[in-house]
């Protein structure tokens, strides 16, 4: 009976153990079910509502799509300045927003940097607020047709749109386009006002109609160098820097224009000729580097600016009856320029005809300020050499006793000139040995005449000050030397370097190949300027700083070599080609870029090539591979830190992959269970 019993209670756990396990599986079973479920249903969905994102607006996202959709009956998308619209967690994976037809008003900083968007499809707005798509680098379509007001950076480095119709619009505020590097056209039909920075760096626009165009500001074309034509029939100023860099411009109505301001053509090299009949005012630097600017009157100008057309070499002959003032550097390395006249001139500035090679006549009128006697440019007084104009054809020129002072520059360019003597009083400020020009107390070499035979020079001991283009365009000098107890300056291989020969100052002209050694620091401005040079080596192990112009006018360069662990810093342009045509310089170096762009001037370009070996050490050499094939620069790779995902869609990826785990962890945790009971049974 007692056994009976046991028995019967046996039957009884086995069988509640037997019904827990199945309990426990079945809820496992549903478990599992429910997770794939979840699994299978996560990627349909539905958009994720955000929230309100102005008065009576809300928004959504769908993951799926990528879209933003705003809807309601609200007429004004909030502003963001002060903080983060409701989509900041898509702002890198949105690719399309599509915004109600209720909406007119876009606010500011809405979609600010996002980075991943590439349309945006709106039918009413017609105000679009300041920075409200700035940075949204992958845009490529929006209709701004019936935008009548466009805020200051709205498009700001949107570098992938192409094309902008701004049928409506009146004016273009600051910074509107700046930096989008793909955009090619615009329609501003109806546009009066373009202010400053607007199209600034869109180096892809080719082509903009502004029939109705009145006013220009600061820096709006700067840097647009496929901009090739421009109609500013109606403009009467042009401001600073506006067409700055603008290299393919070769086409500018400029009919009504009075005012052209600093720098507001600079190093526009295709510019040809243009009609600045109404220009009253030309300020400074106007047209530097306008390397093909043929201008040949200027009938109204009342003035030229410092620089305003240095480094024009295609500039033949130039007529400004008005002109009372000519700046500082006015005509600076017109290499081309051959005749001048300014009758109604008053006043000229310091070295305004320097590197006018070609200059041969200036026509100052009845002038009461100056005077032009045997080829030379005096003042009334004759007591200013302004400019050396060739005299009367002789090799020799002997400078007046009336003169006291001498222009900077003077006699630069003129390589007919062989020798410089001094006469009468003129001895009180000046003096000449063997026709070279000095001070009175041979402390400053004043210029070397750049026609003089012979290749080597020696300067004296008692010199301690050099003028910076005393040497220039002197040709026939391949070598110069310092006399024994010179404090001041030293020579190595032929050319002038500081004392403790750190600092190179000026190579001959006649150089055409040259090494820097590891123990030279610095290279002055315009060391290298109008030398034959053609081959530049840096020793291994080098630092060197290349000052501005150091290489200026060096049309002959075409190959530098750097060896290992070379250490280069520059100034601004130190690489300076003046001739129309392009100039590409070959660098053998270890590391590739080494040349900042902000280093060679517009029109000279680097390849780089690689050593024959990585050996390297040991002193500099020319013998570098003159078949060496250039190799493309390549950038340098992205960082490789690993990146913690913080997007959304990437947070429901790893929400997927927990349901998985779940899964998994509900099938098997359920049989290890029944396992373990099953053999205490």
Known sequence: MVRKRT????????????????????????????????????????????????????????????????????????????????????????????????????????????????????????SIRDYAFYGCSSLTTIDLSKATSIGNYSFSRCTSLENADLSVATQINNGLFEGCTALKEVQMPQVTHIYQWAFKKCSSLTDVYLPSLTNVGNDAFWGCSSLTYVNLSNVISIGKNTFRECSSLDGVDLSKVTLIDTNAFEKCSSLTNVDLSSVETINASAFIGCKSLTVSNLPSATGIGNYAFQECSSLKSLSAPNAKTIGNNAFYECSSLTE??????????????????????????????????????????????????????????????TVTTINDGAFAGWNNLTS?????????????????????????????????????????????????????????????????????????????????????????????????????????????????????????????????????????????????????SFGHQSIRHLQTDEKTILVIAHIHDCIPQSALSGNVKVAYGSHPSNSGG???????????????????????????????????????????????????APVIMASVMFRKV
């Not at 006249?341 to 002038?367: E, M, N, Q, R, W």
């Not at 913690?644 to 869609?649: L, M, Q, S, V």
Request: charge should be negative; include cysteine; aromatic fraction near 8%.
């Open 420 to 568: 410089i003597i001094i006469d009468g009083s003129t001895l009180d400020h000046y003096c000449s040995v063997d026709g070279v020009l000095y001070n009175k107390s041979m402390t400053e070499l004043i210029h070397y005449p750049a026609g003089k035979t012979g290749e080597s020079f020696i300067i004296p001991e008692s010199v301690t000050t050099i003028n910076p283009q005393a040497f220039l365009d002197c040709e026939n000098l391949t070598s110069i030397e310092v006399e024994a107890g010179n404090t001041k300056f030293s020579s190595k291989y032929g050319c002038l370097f500081n004392f403790e020969g750190t600092k190179l100052i000026v190579c001959p002209a006649g150089i055409e190949s040259f090494t820097l050694e590891s123990d030279v620091k610095s290279v002055g401005s315009k060391a290298f300027s109008g030398t034959k040079l053609k081959k530049l080596s840096v020793s291994a192990n080098s630092v060197i700083h290349f000052e501005t112009d150091s290489f200026y006018d060096c049309d002959n360069l075409d190959k530098i070599t750097l060896h290992e662990n070379v250490d280069l």
């Open 7 to 126: 028995e019967d209670g046996d039957k009884v756990t086995s069988s509640f153990r037997s019904n827990r396990v199945m309990t426990l599986m079945i809820a496992a079973a549903v478990i599992a079910v429910g997770c794939f479920i979840l699994i299978a249903t996560s990627d349909e969905a539905e958009a994720v509502d955000l929230g309100s994102c102005g008065t009576n607006l809300t928004c959504s996202y769908d993951a799926d799509t990528k879209t933003l959709t705003i809807s309601g009956s609200g007429t004004e998308i909030s502003n963001y300045s002060s903080s983060d619209p409701p989509w900041s967690g898509y702002k890198g994976t949105m690719e399309t927003v599509i915004i109600g037809d209720s909406v007119t008003t876009i606010g500011k900083k809405a979609f600010f940097e996002c980075t991943s968007l590439k349309t945006v499809e709106m039918n009413n707005v017609t």
């Open 340 to 401: 001048l006249s300014i009758p109604a001139v008053t006043s000229i500035g310091t070295k305004p005809f320097y590197g006018c090679a070609s200059l041969k006549s200036i026509d100052i009128g009845s002038s009461p300020n100056f005077m032009i006697e045997n080829g030379i440019l005096y003042n009334s007084a004759k007591t200013t050499l302004i400019r050396y104009l060739g005299g009367d054809g002789s090799t020799d020129f002997t400078v007046p006793s």
């Open 618 to 668: 040991g002193s500099a050499s020319n013998s570098t591979d003159d078949n060496m094939e250039p190799v493309v620069p390549v950038n340098p790779s992205e960082p490789s830190n690993p990146i913690i995902p913080t997007d959304p869609e990437e947070l429901l990826k790893d929400q997927k992959f927990l349901l998985v785990v779940l899964l998994v962890a509900a099938i098997v």
